[in-house]
Nanobody
Framework: VQLQASGGGSVQPGGSLRLSCAAS????????IAWFRQAPGKEREGISC????????PYADSVKGRFTVSRDNAKNTVYLQMNSLKPEDTATYYC???????????????????????WGKGTLVTVSS
């Protein structure tokens, strides 16, 4: 069972990147997949979460209107489209899931419990001129 984030790189402010989160060993569409990021010296930040059971896709205020999460069940992959990137978006981005839940309730909880969260290997995004 594995999650692997990819697609990171260096981009100038205002640019775009699309991150991918590929799953192996399980069917991704059966679970909620969340995106997080962590910049050096900063706390981990939840970005968004997508599932087949939740009507609304939550986005962090810091990325709302710029980032879009989507999924391709045929490819067993979730995407994070990042537009209008800013230097403050520089971070390592991770995808994650909690196999106890089919929806994003574990992500949207006021106090997240990460004890059972399965993390993928991250991908670094650097936004700099």
């Amino acid at each position: 069972v594995q999650l692997q984030a990819s697609g990171g790189g260096s981009v100038q402010p205002g640019g775009s990147l699309r991150l991918s989160c590929a799953a192996s060993g399980f069917t991704l569409e059966h679970y909620a997949i969340a995106w997080f990021r962590q910049a050096p010296g900063k706390e981990r930040e939840g970005i968004s979460c997508i599932s087949n059971v939740d009507t609304n896709i939550p986005y962090a205020d810091s990325v709302k209107g710029r980032f879009t999460v989507s999924r391709d069940n045929a490819k067993n992959t979730v995407y994070l489209q990042m537009n209008s990137l800013k230097p403050e978006d520089t971070a390592t981005y991770y995808c994650a899931t909690d196999f106890r839940f089919v929806g994003c309730s574990w992500y949207t909880a006021s106090e997240r419990n990460y004890d059972m969260v399965h993390w993928g290997k991250g991908t670094l995004v650097t936004v700099s001129s």
